[in-house]
């Protein structure tokens, strides 16, 4: 080998070493597996966290004390006012040849109230209420029942026509599988132009109230809240399991069937808030970090697990020295999420000139560490031993592709799917899109297991061992990421 071979591949050995030790994570920094398990636990110790409910506001409390514990600096709790429906009782009896039968319900967030007695009127059956479901089948004066439609998530579409990469070195994956994203209701999506849902379709054509059947929601779950886009609807309805809906749609076949649906509750004034905290850096250029704090039930990966990195980052980065952080940083647990994200949306606004105009990058982390749960063929939910697979959709930039790869290959966080942060639609799922429709930089982490929005998402479904190679995973991309001006950040102009 010649002098200048020689010189020039010792160079790039070199190179490779200070690379290396510069964008090392310092292990002894990083928070331990059981002290992390130790936050969700406290976090997650009520049955909900609600927005302006008890449990909600003692996750704001949580996350506010460890933010000052950490040393964050200008930790501050701000308040965003909402309305707090709540419901008190609901029910569906069924009138049959054997007497009164009850049909096992659960209420759809911010819908209708009944009088106490309730609404008793005959039941008819509208398919997937669509348009031409309700010009053809009479639903004035009676309670309409509806099949809810959830949306799938083909992976082989999405990684073809919108993904980078998918890190799954042990071919784990089936990429033929689709996945249900049952956070997704085809027929009464929020996100869109509801007017022609068959909720309002159903109000439109004179019922009374809807009575929704969870067909595509594994194991006959029933406890299905949403949607939670905040508006407060006046038509009473409730949500009835796959199998139950299966059972009530065979009686209303066999002949016309009576009812009566109660829906109860209250409406009222509340308050829920924002959590963020600052930790400075070298440069007034800010890397921001958010999750949610809100969570319909217990809520282990909606959102605890999001809100345990955002801690163990915010524990991390605060014991390394001022001089040695590259970038501003500010962690946000933000309220709302379950209304309408009402609050990053509310936060971005009040923080605009002093935060989001000199943020460069936004990281945005949910449901982390999720299990695989998938239905067998007895109709039991059961563990399938894996990871659930992971979305992390980022804006186009070399810098974010290769810091994201190199991290996730250095901490094997297996089962993760490198996306287009457009692939499902304009902006990307969750929190992320606040910040992307800004022109923020994001780098959105999210999976979507079909427990999320029902009773089941418990400390069961957290895989304990992928908290810190999660952790670890994030440090590693920030810190590598950190260290490009927001220029270098900012996406790829397609020619």
């Known amino acids: 080998m010649s002098k200048l071979k020689m010189l020039i591949y010792l160079s790039a050995v070199l190179m490779l070493l200070l690379s290396t030790a510069l964008f090392a994570v310092d292990n002894s920094k990083v928070p331990t597996q059981d002290e992390i398990v130790g936050w969700l636990d406290e976090f997650c110790r009520f049955d909900n966290r609600r927005p302006g409910e008890p449990g909600g506001h003692a996750g704001e409390d949580f996350v506010y004390r460890k933010f000052q514990e950490f040393?964050?600096?200008n930790v501050s709790k701000e308040p965003v006012k909402i309305?707090?429906?709540r419901a008190k009782d609901w029910s569906l009896k069924v009138q049959t040849e054997g007497g009164e039968e009850e049909i096992p319900t659960f209420y759809t967030l911010n819908t209708g109230f009944t009088p106490k007695k309730g609404l008793s009127a005959e039941l008819v059956y509208v398919n997937s209420g669509s348009e031409?479901?309700?010009?053809?089948i009479d639903v004035a004066g009676k309670i309409a029942v509806i099949d809810m439609e959830f949306a799938t998530l083909p992976?082989?579409?999405?990684?073809?026509?919108?993904?980078?990469?998918?890190?799954?070195p042990e071919d784990t994956y089936k990429w033929w599988a689709a996945q249900p994203a049952c956070w997704v209701r085809k027929n009464w999506n929020v996100d869109k132009d509801t007017s022609k849902s068959a909720y309002e379709l159903a109000k439109k054509s004179g019922a009374l109230a809807v009575v929704w059947?969870?067909?595509?929601?594994?194991?006959?779950?029933?406890?299905h809240y949403g949607p939670y886009d905040g508006v407060m609807k006046d038509l009473p309805a409730l949500y009835v399991g796959r199998d139950d809906g299966a059972r009530l749609k065979g009686m209303l076949a066999a002949g016309s069937l009576n009812g009566t649906l109660i829906q109860t509750g209250t409406r009222a004034p509340g308050v829920m808030h924002n959590v963020h905290g600052i930790l400075p850096g070298k440069s007034d250029e800010i890397v921001l970090i958010t999750s949610h704090h809100d969570s319909p039930f217990k809520g282990y990966i909606e959102d605890g697990t999001g809100i345990s990195m955002v801690l163990a980052l915010a524990k991390y980065f605060s014991q390394v020295p001022v001089e040695e952080r590259e970038k501003t940083m500010v962690f946000l647990a933000s309220a709302g999420h379950f209304y309408g994200s009402e609050g990053i949306e509310t936060w971005l606004e009040n923080h605009r000139e002093d935060i989001a105009d000199r943020t460069v990058m936004n990281l945005n982390i949910e449901h982390v560490a999720a299990k695989e749960f998938v239905e067998?063929?007895?109709?039991?939910?059961?563990?399938?031993?894996?990871?659930?697979?992971?979305?992390?959709?980022?804006?186009?930039?070399?810098?974010?592709?290769?810091a994201i790869g190199e991290a996730l290959r250095d901490n094997n966080l297996t089962r993760s799917a490198v996306i287009a942060i457009d692939a499902l639609g304009e902006d990307p799922p969750g929190e992320g899109r606040f910040p992307h429709r800004l022109g923020i930089p994001v780098i959105h982490y999210i999976s979507g297991p079909s427990y999320l929005l029902v009773d089941a998402d418990n400390k069961d479904k957290v895989l304990f061992d992928e908290l810190?190679?999660?952790?670890?995973?994030?440090?590693?991309?920030?810190e590598k990421l950190s260290h490009f001006s927001g220029d270098e950040l900012k996406p790829k102009v397609e020619e």
């Open 83 to 85: 309305t707090v429906w």
């Open 376 to 402: 067998d063929k007895n109709g039991d939910y059961n563990y399938t031993g894996k990871p659930q697979l992971r979305g992390i959709f980022i804006d186009n930039n070399d810098h974010m592709k290769d």
């Open 213 to 223: 059947i969870l067909k595509d929601q594994p194991a006959n779950v029933v406890t």
């Open 155 to 168: 992976l082989l579409p999405l990684m073809l026509l919108k993904g980078y990469y998918l890190y799954d």
């Open 71 to 73: 040393g964050l600096e």
């Open 132 to 136: 031409e479901d309700f010009n053809t």
């Open 468 to 478: 810190v190679p999660a952790a670890k995973t994030f440090i590693e991309i920030i």
